[in-house]
């Protein structure tokens, strides 16, 4: 799985089994007891969260969400999508929020002056400093990921441990 070559913050990635969804929750829930001092394995529904325990946790630390669709031949396809620390990934929304509406505000006063043929210089200012913010944004969360990039590895291959029985030679694909 390749990480440091895209643009995806939330690497996602698609994989059918020749397992059924009881044997993939079967497990799920072996693997559970066998690395719950490294790992925490939530199951509920169609639904695998695999997180870094508290101790091992780092702001960047990701979690793989795991979701089992049983198709109607009674394989199973798997959807997993990694993603940042929930708490993380709240602020930078709000960050987001905040940046967007900084800039739509004072881009209408920029409109708002230009039609009052005052300066609109301050309001350009501001409005241009909200997308250099942005960028800084993008590229904090971007290091953030490269930084996390051994633990989601780690995930990938307890994800890996969960679907190997019968299943050793077929790779997930990555996609965004």
């Known amino acids: 799985m390749e990480l440091d070559n895209n643009v ?3 690497p996602r990635f698609h994989k059918d089994v020749d397992l059924t969804f009881s044997e993939i929750i079967a ?4 693997i559970k007891e066998e690395v719950k001092e490294d790992y925490r394995v939530k199951i509920s529904d169609h639904h695998i969260f695999l997180f870094i325990i508290l101790a091992k946790r780092r702001y960047y630390s990701p979690h793989l969400h795991i979701q089992v ?17 929930q708490t993380v990934w709240t602020f930078f929304m709000f960050l987001h929020f905040i940046v967007a509406g900084i ?6 006063f920029a409109i708002s002056d230009g039609m009052l043929k ?10 241009g400093l909200m997308v250099v913010i942005w960028f800084l944004l993008y590229f904090i969360a971007k290091q953030i990921r490269y ?27 990555v996609t965004s």
């Open 69 to 85: 669709i049983e198709k109607e031949d009674k394989t199973v396809h798997l959807k997993g999508l990694f993603g940042p620390d």
């Open 118 to 127: 005052t300066s609109v210089t301050k309001d350009l200012i501001i409005s």
């Open 27 to 30: 497990n799920a829930t072996k």
């Open 8 to 10: 995806v913050l939330r």
């Open 103 to 108: 800039f739509l505000v004072f881009g209408m």
């Open 147 to 173: 930084n996390g990039r051994h633990q989601i590895m780690e995930l990938m291959r307890l994800f890996l441990r969960i679907v190997e029985h019968e299943e050793g030679n077929k790779k997930a694909e």
